[in-house]
């Protein structure tokens, strides 16, 4: 008879789970949830696998439903611009007005989620190139100048995030 997965019923399953996939260590996982190394080596190896494939199938999901909903978002653009044009042909000016302002907002929205509009009015600042900041970073690598490895390990984070 098949042993049953301790960690699949634990009371903090989920946590266990985030830091297998975290690739914490088993032994520091084990001490934490006070469980055997051996019994997270087992569930690592036969359940976690499943849990990333369901994880990576609900972001499939996500992603389909959301070019679904874009799709949806541009046959509502097309449907509101032949209505506008029908008005406009038939002499409806109303309705050719309220159309061509269904068709404005339609098109700000989709502009809006394929990243082609954006605020105007917002000032982007970039303090990473500014003096000051040049300034700091300098002074901090010359402050650990005494200290090579704390210093050659932020001189590294900094790199890491092109400052």
Do not use: W
Not at 71 to 100: P, S, V, Y
Not at 122 to 143: E, K, W
């Amino acid at each position: 008879m098949a042993r049953k997965c301790i960690i699949c019923t634990h009371k903090k399953k989920a946590e266990i789970d985030k830091d297998i996939i975290a690739g914490d260590s088993l032994l520091i996982i084990a001490r934490r949830y006070n469980i055997s190394k051996g019994a997270v080596q087992r569930h690592r190896g036969n359940h976690v696998p499943a849990l990333l494939a369901k994880a990576i199938q609900d972001e499939l999901t996500d992603l389909a439903r959301g070019s679904d909903l874009l799709g949806q978002t541009r046959e509502l653009l097309l449907q509101a611009q032949t209505i506008t044009t029908e008005a406009q042909e038939t002499g409806d000016l109303r309705t050719a007005l309220t159309g061509i302002g269904r068709v404005k907002d339609l098109l700000e929205l989709l502009m809006k989620v394929t990243g082609e509009l954006t605020n105007e009015n917002q000032t982007q600042i970039n303090i990473f190139t500014g003096p000051a900041f040049v300034d700091m970073r300098t002074r901090l690598l010359i402050a650990l100048e005494p200290y090579p490895e704390a210093r050659q390990a932020a001189a590294q984070a900094l790199q890491e995030v092109n400052l």
